[in-house]
């Protein structure tokens, strides 16, 4: 049973270059999230899905954009990245029921130079 | 501004001890979670909490969620070097299905 996976795992970028996180999950979940974890700030939502064909913005958007085609996949979009952008990205997936808690993926580690 | 405040931010202690750490809010909540996260991974799920007063136990973790529901506290008997890591809470102050998270307690335990 293989979760939530996330590629790439490391990632170097210039800046003003584009990329793709990209998250996928095998539990048939509605609802997919991506978050940003920065030293010292917890997890920031940038954006969530409910389900294929609807996204909506979280907390943190700007210089982000997803897509949600099918259940599985959810990737994130960065346009012109810029150092700000540094950080560990994380997508999470959840049934809807908060009781059994979001299913993390092992995190994309992105540093923009 | 933010919803969850944890405390201490950075905790070290030797092997054996007790700890208790604490996670508040202004804001109630419907539920929290708690979430322990290491090294080069996701954060994993450990509690949930829904009731105000409630307490639940995993094996040496006890959680405790407010009657106010707006704090939780998560409460570590006799330490061990395996419960090193960030430990983070969370919650839905909205209702939306979207969790918000603390900024984490970093925890390690020294053999």
């Known amino acids: 049973n293989a979760g939530v996976t996330q590629t790439p795992k490391f990632r170097i970028l210039k800046i003003g270059q584009s990329m793709t996180l990209q998250c996928t999950q095998d539990?048939?979940?509605?609802?997919m999230y991506w978050y940003r974890q920065d030293p010292g700030m917890g997890l920031k939502l940038i954006y969530y899905s409910v389900g294929a064909g609807i996204t909506d913005k979280g907390e943190v958007p700007n210089g982000y954009n997803v897509s949600r085609s099918t259940t599985e996949d959810f990737p994130l979009r960065l346009e012109l990245a810029a150092p700000s952008q540094t950080s560990v990205y994380f997508c999470?997936?959840?049934?809807?029921?908060?009781?059994?808690?979001?299913?993390f993926g092992s995190g994309t580690r992105l540093t923009v130079v | 501004t933010q919803l969850l405040e944890q405390s201490p931010q950075f905790l070290s202690i030797q092997e054996g001890e007790n700890l208790t750490v604490y996670c508040n809010s202004s804001s109630v909540f419907s539920s929290l979670q708690w979430y322990r996260q290491e090294p080069g991974e996701g954060p994993v799920l450990l509690v949930t909490?829904?009731?105000?007063?409630e307490v639940k136990k995993l094996k040496r973790l006890t959680f405790q969620f407010g009657d106010a529901r707006k704090d939780s506290s998560l409460h570590i008997t006799a330490a061990q070097p395996g419960d090193t890591g960030l430990y983070l809470c969370?919650?839905?102050?909205?209702?939306?299905?979207?969790?918000?998270f603390g900024t984490g307690t970093r925890l390690t335990i020294i053999p």
């Open positions: 909490v829904v009731t105000g007063g």
């Open positions: 999470a997936s959840s049934s809807g029921a908060l009781a059994y808690g979001y299913t």
């Open positions: 969370a919650g839905d102050p909205f209702g939306n299905e979207k969790l918000t």
């Open positions: 539990m048939n979940h509605n609802y």
